[in-house]
Structures are given as structure tokens and as C-alpha cells.
């Protein structure tokens, strides 16, 4: 085994770190506080290659390994989850399926588009379909030339900002043995009939950009659907086995951070006459926050490994999605109870960070359905 990366990789975290470290950290607090998506520092990810990472450059993407991309998003999440989650819901959620599953006309209209300077959102999510994916009410029905779509999504990231090109979205087209069957959509913003409604007022990851979308017969013609007619709930499931990785991504990064935050403040601040991280009480809150990030970080760079392999890698992405959602809460629960009184504050990032972590054992598959995920993959 060589668990070393590759220098490619290492120039790649460097990047993404100097770019966060200088870029997004003096803007986060002030755009979480303003719930304010920000289009310019967007583009700015745009221009350092962090849009279509995994893409081949013949789409005009960095053609780069998964491993790579993951290593991207935890860089981001490591200053701020609200940009983490922009860039992991485009490539994982938005690209990922028109890359995976489009034809080469579809590929060619749409990738080298958001490779480049737009982004795509993944309409699973309704009111009623949540992690019963199945649960999907919007529907599309085909009048022999165009498919008209009804209904609604929400939930959705990226779905509306002003550089918004469209969002992949499952509908029920039909039933095939007593069954619903599903398919998958090209929906893009400008159809008549479809409006997208930014939703404020988010606990966390307020300065990313989260939708409701409504589809009032949308017209769509053939060259619209994704794969083939009754696919969709494979390619938006087979979608979440990928994405999972990039949100344990977020989750070693928003631990990373957060350890990182505690461990200086425990330096600096001083308590009897020396600083704090002196006492045995604080010192092994933070051993022990080194070491569950240490497992997970491994635990999600081997299930990068599995997939950059070909090999299968649906459980491994579960497990780390379980894991590393899992480890950010107890690291940023434990965060705030070294930092004290100065943790709760918004002047300190700690607290953004405290309430960011709380999506991560939601979003892309509940900790519960996870382990129902990794039983299931265990034979149970």
C-alpha cells in the first residue's frame, strides 16, 4: 500500500487552500450573515478549475482523478461549507450524470457550458420524497411528440442562481408491472412553464444557493431525457453513491477546521496560569479529534481509491459519508466546548462552523439510511 499522493495532488491541495485561505475566508461570515450567494467568488472557482474537475478536457473539464476532486472539496470545506457545498453539489450532483449518462449531442451542449462558467442542479428531492426516493409525485407524460412535466422539487442546490444553466430532474413516466416507472429529465431554467425560487432563512450553508422548483407543463422534446425512458431512478441513485464521497468530504474538511480552530484558541488561551490545552481535560478532547479525523480522512481517500479503480464502491462511499458526517459533529461539538463562551459567538467561525456540520448527517442519504445502505451490503 502507498498512501502517499501524488504531486500533482499535493500542488492541487496547496492550490485550493491558498485560494480558500485568501479568497473565501474574508467573505464567508459576511455572506453567511447576508445569506448572499456569491457569483463572483463562483466564478473565481471557475477560473481555478474547480467546475467539471473529473470532466475529460475534450468537454472541457481538468479530466482529473476523483481522489483529486475530493481533496478539492475538502480544502473548501476546511474554511467554509456554504463554498464546499457549491462546488460538491456541481460536479457530483450536477455534472456528474450528464457525463456519466448523457448522449454525446447532450455532452457536448452541456459540459464544455459548465466546465466553464455555469452550474446545474439534481431535482430528486420533493416534499413527500425524501429519502424514499421513490416517493416521487412530479410527473411527465408523453403525448407522442413532447413530454409534459407537472410538479414540484425541493431542496434543490444550485438550482437557482442567475448562472444557473438547468437541473436533471426524476419524474414518473409511466408504471411498468403495478410500479411506478421514472425518468430522467434535462430541464433547463429558461423553459416556459418552470420557475425556480431561492430558499432563505437555512441553519447552515447560507451563502450557498438552495431551490424550489415548479414545473407547470413544461414542454420538453425527446433529446431532453437523460439515458433511457424508465432509467431514472437508477441514474439519480447510482448519481448519490458519488456524491456521498464529496459530502465526506465536507465533513473531514468542516472537522479539520474546526480541530484546527480549537487547537489554536487552546494555545492562546490562558486558564490557572497556563493555556488551556496544558490540561489533561482539553488535551485528549483534541488527541481524540486528531484521530477520528486521521480514520477518516483514510477510510474516505481508500473509498476515492475503490472508485478511481473501477472497482465497487457504493459501500465505501456510504460508510465514509456515515463516518465523516459523524466525526465533523462530534469534532465541532467537542470545538465549542474548548473555545467555551468565544465558540457560541458569530465573530468567531466556530460557531458557523457548529451549525454548517448539521447537514452533512442529512444530505445525500440520512445517517440512517446509511446504515440501512451498509447492512444491506453486508448481507444483512
Known amino acids: 500500500m502507498n498512501f502517499d499522493l501524488t504531486n500533482e495532488q499535493e500542488a492541487l491541495r496547496q492550490r485550493v487552500r491558498d485560494f480558500a485561505e485568501q479568497e473565501v475566508k474574508p467573505v464567508a461570515r459576511q455572506n453567511d450573515e447576508d445569506q448572499h450567494f456569491d457569483v463572483g467568488l463562483t466564478l473565481k472557482m471557475a477560473e481555478l478549475g474547480l467546475l467539471g474537475m473529473t470532466v475529460p478536457k ?5 479530466g482529473l482523478d476523483n481522489l483529486s476532486y475530493i481533496i ?3 480544502e473548501l470545506a476546511r474554511v467554509d461549507g456554504s463554498t464546499a457545498a457549491t462546488i460538491a453539489a456541481d460536479n457530483s450532483l450536477g ?3 450528464i457525463k456519466d449518462y448523457g448522449t454525446e449531442e447532450q455532452k457536448r451542449k452541456y459540459l464544455p457550458q459548465l466546465c466553464k462558467d455555469r452550474l446545474w442542479g439534481f431535482g430528486l428531492t420533493e416534499e413527500d420524497a425524501g429519502s424514499d426516493s421513490r416517493g416521487t409525485k412530479t410527473t411527465a407524460q408523453y403525448d407522442g411528440t413532447l413530454w409534459h412535466l407537472n410538479g414540484s422539487k425541493i431542496f434543490i442546490t444550485n438550482s437557482a442562481t442567475p448562472i444557473t444553466l438547468g437541473t436533471t430532474v426524476q419524474a414518473v413516466s409511466g408504471e411498468k408491472d403495478g410500479k411506478p416507472e421514472f425518468t430522467a429529465l434535462l430541464v433547463e ?3 416556459e412553464g418552470y420557475t425556480q425560487t431561492p430558499m432563505h432563512d437555512k441553519m447552515m450553508w447560507r451563502a450557498s444557493n438552495t431551490g424550489k422548483l415548479v414545473f407547470n407543463d413544461v414542454r420538453l422534446s425527446d433529446d431532453c431525457i437523460l439515458g433511457k425512458p424508465g432509467e431514472g431512478s437508477h441514474i439519480m441513485l447510482a448519481t448519490l453513491d458519488s456524491g456521498r464521497l464529496s459530502i465526506a468530504a465536507m465533513g473531514l474538511g468542516c472537522a479539520q477546521g474546526a480541530y ?4 489554536a484558541y487552546s494555545k492562546k488561551r490562558v486558564q490557572f496560569g497556563k493555556p488551556v490545552c496544558k490540561f489533561q481535560a482539553v488535551a485528549f478532547k483534541l488527541a481524540d479529534m486528531a484521530v477520528k479525523i486521521e480514520a477518516a480522512r483514510n477510510l474516505l481517500y ?10 465497487p464502491f457504493g459501500k465505501g462511499a456510504a460508510m465514509a459519508k456515515l463516518y465523516c458526517s459523524e466525526v465533523a459533529a462530534e469534532v465541532c461539538d467537542n470545538a465549542v466546548q474548548v473555545m467555551g463562551g468565544h465558540g457560541l459567538l458569530k465573530e468567531f467561525d466556530m460557531e458557523r462552523f457548529y451549525r454548517d456540520q448539521r447537514i452533512l448527517q442529512i444530505g445525500e442519504g440520512t ?6 445502505v451498509i447492512s444491506r451490503a453486508i448481507g444483512c
Open 95 to 97: 455534472i456528474g450524470p
Open 260 to 263: 484546527e480552530m480549537a487547537l
Open 189 to 191: 431554467n429558461k423553459k
Open 367 to 372: 445517517s440512517e439510511i446509511l446504515r440501512l
Open 302 to 311: 481508500h473509498a476515492c481509491w475503490l472508485k478511481d479503480q473501477h472497482r
Open 72 to 74: 478539492a472539496v475538502e
Open 58 to 62: 475534450e468537454y472541457g473539464g481538468q
